[in-house]
């Protein structure tokens, strides 16, 4: 059975990118474009893995995954965070946001598509 993955990011090249790229691996993929739809989807479905951004509108992605975390049912829900604005080393924010990894934009798919595959496996 394919493992599904929801999608989050604001901009429509990032999700077209990540769509395609995902969706030749057969994964099941699904999108969202701000957190606030990001977590009315994860509530109503089951996916295995988090592609996270973290500036997005109405909720940002920092806020997205402190709910998640906070959940008993999503705490272990993997979540890979991806995002061109970094304040912080991807270590530390892995450690702080307790995600599975961070990718920074633009980011190199083939890594990415294997650290999915390595979390999925």
């Not at 500036?55 to 992605?61: A, K, Q, S």
């Not at 450690?95 to 798919?109: A, G, N």
């Not at 990415?112 to 496996?121: A, G, K, P, T, V």
């Amino acid at each position: 059975m394919p493992k599904t993955i929801l999608v989050v990011d604001d901009e429509p090249d990032m999700l077209k990118i990540c769509q395609y790229r995902l969706k030749k691996t057969s994964y099941n993929i699904d999108t969202a474009i701000d957190g606030q739809d990001a977590l009315n989807k994860i509530k109503a479905n089951n996916y295995d893995l988090i592609l996270l951004d973290l500036r997005l509108p109405l909720i940002d992605g920092y806020e997205v995954c402190r709910i998640l975390k906070q959940d008993e049912k999503y705490k272990n829900l993997p979540i890979i965070i991806m995002t061109a604005f970094v304040m912080q080393q991807p270590q530390d924010m892995i450690k702080e946001m307790q995600v599975s990894d961070v990718f920074i934009k633009p980011m190199d798919m083939a890594k990415l598509l294997e650290r999915i595959q390595q979390i999925l496996n």
